[in-house]
C-alpha cells in the first residue's frame, strides 16, 4: 500500500476487492436518499447514479484529502441517531457507501486490491507485478463512479 500511496500521488483511497459472496451486500441497502442529501453538500448528485461501490466493512487506507469533502459537512453527533443496533438507514450508513465518492470530488482516483486466485477474473484486474503495470492501470483502466454532469463543480 505504501509503495502505491507514494508514487501515485493521485490515488487517493485503496481498499480491498469484495470477496465474492460479499459482493451482493454492496448496494444502496436504502441509504440513497440519506447519500444523496449529503452529496448535495459536496455539491453531487447522485439521481443518476444507480450501481454504489464502497469499501466492504470500512476498511482502507485513505490520504486525508480524498476524505476532505466529507470532513468539511462538519457533521456533529447530533446528525446521528443514537447507536440502537440499525442495520441501516442512518447517515452512518449513508456515509460508508460516499467514501469512493468523496475521493472522487477531490479529484483523485480509488482502487481496490485483490488476491487474484481468490476473485473470477475481470477485465479489471490487473497483476502488481511491476511499477509500470500499476501506473498504466491506475491511470487508464481505473473505474469511477462519478462521470459528467454528476462531478464535482468548482
Not at 453527533?77 to 460516499?98: C, K, V, Y
Not at 477485465?123 to 491511470?139: M, N, P
Request: charged share 20%; net charge positive; glycine share 6%.
Amino acid at each position: 500500500m505504501g509503495t502505491v500511496a507514494r508514487r501515485f500521488s493521485y490515488v487517493g483511497i485503496i481498499a480491498p476487492q469484495h470477496f465474492p459472496f460479499i459482493r451482493p451486500w454492496i448496494h444502496w441497502a436504502g441509504c440513497k436518499e440519506l447519500a444523496g442529501a449529503l452529496a448535495k453538500r459536496m455539491r453531487v448528485e447522485l439521481e443518476t447514479l444507480e450501481n454504489i461501490d464502497f469499501p466492504s466493512g470500512s476498511m482502507f487506507w485513505a490520504r486525508p484529502q480524498a476524505l476532505k469533502p466529507l470532513l468539511d459537512l462538519n457533521l456533529a453527533a447530533t446528525d446521528f441517531p443514537e447507536e440502537s443496533g440499525q442495520l441501516s438507514l442512518t447517515n452512518a450508513h449513508a456515509i460508508e457507501r460516499l467514501f469512493f465518492v468523496s475521493c472522487e470530488v477531490a479529484g483523485l482516483k480509488w482502487l481496490k486490491i485483490a488476491i487474484l486466485q481468490w476473485h473470477p477474473s475481470n477485465e479489471h484486474h490487473q497483476s502488481a507485478s511491476s511499477r509500470l503495470i500499476v501506473r498504466r492501470f491506475v491511470r487508464k483502466r481505473n473505474v469511477a463512479l462519478l462521470r459528467g454532469e454528476n462531478r464535482n463543480r468548482p
